[in-house]
């Protein structure tokens, strides 16, 4: 059985304020660490400036915490960039890599983002790999390869026995922030896609393997999303800056795990 995860990105968004009463919230909604079926069910990925308020007031929690990106270099001459090892120190256990916001905006290619795959990994941290299409590429047919082809760039470099510390998200470029949300079926088609592609590889890896779904999930629609068989949580946008939003669709990812 696979142990669901719902990760909050928090994107550019935040204040020392604001962060204040949402990690609370979070904390006093999702319990001390023990309380819950799986201590790693529940994570948010936060702007650098705010880990170490984060670390402290999530302390002793069940929530873990992670950044949303992470340098391929282990240190350097790279001005503005930020090591595995840096935010190992702040307790970070999650990094997100090749949002499809650093891939569009930022231009990372599928290269880039499996060497800062493999660097998270040898800084002790576990890359949440997001991997996704443009409305384009779904209405041309191409889904398949295009998932496929970020995938394949981190099994070429890091190999298929690294999923087994490792997180992958489904993100269909389409659906974010834009208020659309792929089907549960097409969630699930994609999630099976990536699942039996790694299996080609190693199949043990890929049954354990937890593959979130990222796309405009809300508490209305997570239950129904979360119970795809090849869909082990989430990766949550903006409903993860709403506190009780949040911790519906935590209960709604615990909810199936539990029924599984």
């Not at 295009?146 to 190999?159: I, K, T, Y």
């Not at 834009?178 to 199949?203: I, N, Y």
Request: with cysteine; proline share 3%; aromatic share 6%.
């Amino acid at each position: 059985m696979r142990a669901r995860l719902v990760a909050g990105n928090w994107k550019m968004h935040g204040s020392r304020q604001a962060n204040a009463g949402l990690l609370d919230a979070l904390r006093a909604g999702f319990g001390p660490r023990g309380a819950q079926p799986a201590d790693d069910a529940c994570a948010v990925c936060v702007p650098y400036p705010y880990l170490e308020q984060v670390a402290a007031r999530l302390a002793g929690s069940a929530i873990a915490w992670g950044a949303q990106n992470v340098s391929e270099h282990p240190s350097g001459a790279f001005t503005g960039e930020v090591s595995a090892a840096m935010l190992a120190e702040f307790g970070c256990r999650y990094a997100i890599v090749g949002h499809s916001e650093r891939r569009q905006l930022f231009g990372e290619t599928d290269a880039q983002v499996a060497q800062k795959f493999a660097a998270a990994q040898a800084g002790g941290l576990t890359p949440i790999l997001c991997v996704g299409e443009t409305l384009e590429a779904r209405e041309a047919g191409r889904t398949e390869a295009v998932v496929d082809a970020q995938l394949e760039a981190v099994l070429a470099s890091s190999g298929a026995a690294a999923f087994a510390r490792a997180v992958i998200a489904y993100e269909p470029v389409w659906a974010i922030g834009t208020g659309k949300t792929a089907s549960a079926e097409q969630a699930q088609a994609v999630h099976a896609f990536l699942r039996g592609r790694l299996a080609r590889q190693d199949a043990a890896v890929a049954q354990a393997v937890r593959i979130l779904y990222g796309g405009s999930v809300k508490a209305a629609n997570a239950a129904a999303i979360f119970a795809m068989p090849d869909v082990d949580g989430g990766l949550i946008g903006g409903a993860s800056l709403v506190a009780d939003e949040f911790l519906a669709i935590v209960a709604a990812a615990q909810a199936q795990t539990a029924s599984t």
